[in-house]
């Protein structure tokens, strides 16, 4: 087992965590803050869209279980890599659509993963690919938010939910359950 790291931001950070703590491989999902300025960023800094911080995720993953161009095709198909600086209602740079590689392959693997996303989406992709900087865990609170609040959470249940249903049902191979998915 070769564990790995990237830094994956593609709006809300509870959608994007719930979606890859189903993914076979992943060890671990981390929310977090990454591309700004501010050290030690809280929420409610990164939310006030002054701090230049995404909403990230850090992905630990096992790479002999599944390939980072995997792990890209998922983020690409589960968020909307053709809106600058927002995600449906969630809106602001903390919300962009961006890559971290923490080296030359990851970039390569990004740089290939927005090219085959293009070909999907008509050439509109507008995901960055951002130097890897600091990294600032989020508060305990976000981290497995959708396990503990999506039954309970609007938010989770009108945003999360479907998009969970959607991904689950699109890359069956690649869940750590990997039995039939409702429809």
Request: proline content about 5%; charged content about 25%; aromatic content about 10%.
């Amino acid at each position: 087992m070769a564990l790995q790291e990237i830094v994956l931001a593609g709006g809300c950070f509870w959608c994007t965590e719930a979606v890859y703590l189903d993914v076979i491989g992943v060890e671990k999902v981390e929310s977090g803050y990454t591309g700004g300025d501010t050290v030690g960023p809280t929420y409610k800094q990164v939310c006030g869209g002054d701090t230049g911080h995404a909403e990230a995720v850090k992905l630990t993953y096992d790479d002999a279980a599944i390939g980072l161009d995997d792990l890209l095709d998922i983020f690409f198909a589960t968020h909307d890599p053709t809106q600058l600086n927002r995600q449906g209602n969630d809106i602001g740079t903390q919300y962009r659509s961006a890559i971290f590689p923490a080296d030359d392959a990851q970039r390569a693997a990004a740089e290939a993963a927005i090219e085959r996303a293009n070909a999907d989406w008509d050439g509109k992709v507008v995901t960055t690919i951002e130097p890897l900087g600091d990294w600032y865990p989020a508060e305990d609170y976000h981290q497995d938010y959708f396990a503990r609040e999506g039954d309970s959470n609007p938010y989770c249940m009108a945003v999360i939910a479907p998009k969970l249903r959607k991904f689950r049902k699109s890359f069956q191979a690649k869940l750590k359950n990997a039995a039939p998915q409702p429809s």
